[in-house]
């Protein structure tokens, strides 16, 4: 089954820095990828997704790439505020028309912002 | 568009006890998915159900573990003898298989489950 590793498992910024996070899947079918934020006692928050048919997708502060030759996609967050401060879940999943999209997680980013 | 609700928010059980918990999907979202969450780990599939149909479970998914969605809406889930290490967050997320914004999940605030 799909494999998805993800690093850092902390990052500490200042705000206004940049934060990137990286993730890793094994699976070279998988064509879906969305991000989600997670606040303490909340349900996971989709921010921002990615399919496989384009490499770079833009939103706000908020960007995301994907490499599917070395089966990797990254997010990036500029201007990073002390609201940013969560935990950041990555995900692939493969799903044609009707397909189950069921995605694999990976571990987790615990990203803190510093005023 | 109210989002995904989920009820109980918090429950806390005995082992061996049965409890049961409920989710209500965006309204015109007609797939519905269940996970389970432990502290420090992502989501973890369980069980999702397009309209009444559940078309797919984990292996994770026990014989103690039902779920259901009667009529295409709202789902429950259910736990029988529940065991300490069902100790987790469950999360329930909803989709749509057509129009726009496909297959993006919707997560509910969870239902955190404790036994003791």
């Known amino acids: 089954g799909e494999n998805v590793e993800q690093h850092p498992s902390t990052l500490s910024v200042q705000e206004g820095d940049s934060a990137v996070i990286k993730c890793t899947y094994s699976?070279?079918?998988?064509?879906?990828f969305p991000w989600y934020k997670q606040e303490l006692g909340k349900g996971p928050q989709l921010i921002i997704d990615?399919?496989?048919?384009?490499g770079e997708k833009k939103d706000q502060r908020i960007a995301v790439t994907l490499n599917k030759t070395a089966k990797h996609f990254s997010l990036h967050i500029t201007e990073t505020q002390p609201e940013d401060s969560a935990v950041y879940f990555c995900?692939?999943?493969?799903?044609?028309?009707?397909?189950?999209?069921?995605?694999?997680f990976g571990r987790g980013t615990s990203l803190i912002v510093h005023p | 568009d109210t989002g995904v609700s989920q009820d109980p928010r918090h429950k806390i059980t005995k082992r061996g006890q049965n409890v049961t918990f409920r989710c209500d999907p965006i309204?015109?979202?007609?797939?519905l998915y269940w996970y389970r969450q432990t502290l420090g780990q992502g989501p973890e599939f369980l069980t999702y159900?397009?309209?009444?149909?559940?078309?797919?479970k984990s292996r994770l998914l026990s014989d103690r573990f039902s779920a259901e969605r009667p009529k295409g809406s709202f789902s429950t889930l259910e736990i029988q003898r529940t065991e300490q290490g069902d100790s987790a967050m469950y999360l329930c997320?909803?989709?749509?298989?057509?129009?726009?914004?496909?297959?993006?999940?919707?997560f509910g605030p969870g239902t955190r489950l404790t036994v003791t």
């Open positions: 997320a909803s989709s749509q298989t057509r129009g726009g914004r496909i297959n993006e999940q919707y």
């Open positions: 699976d070279s079918a998988s064509n879906y």
């Open positions: 990615i399919r496989s048919n384009v």
């Open positions: 995900a692939a999943s493969k799903g044609g028309s009707g397909g189950s999209y069921i995605p694999t």
């Open positions: 309204s015109e979202h007609n797939r």
């Open positions: 159900f397009q309209n009444e149909a559940q078309l797919e």
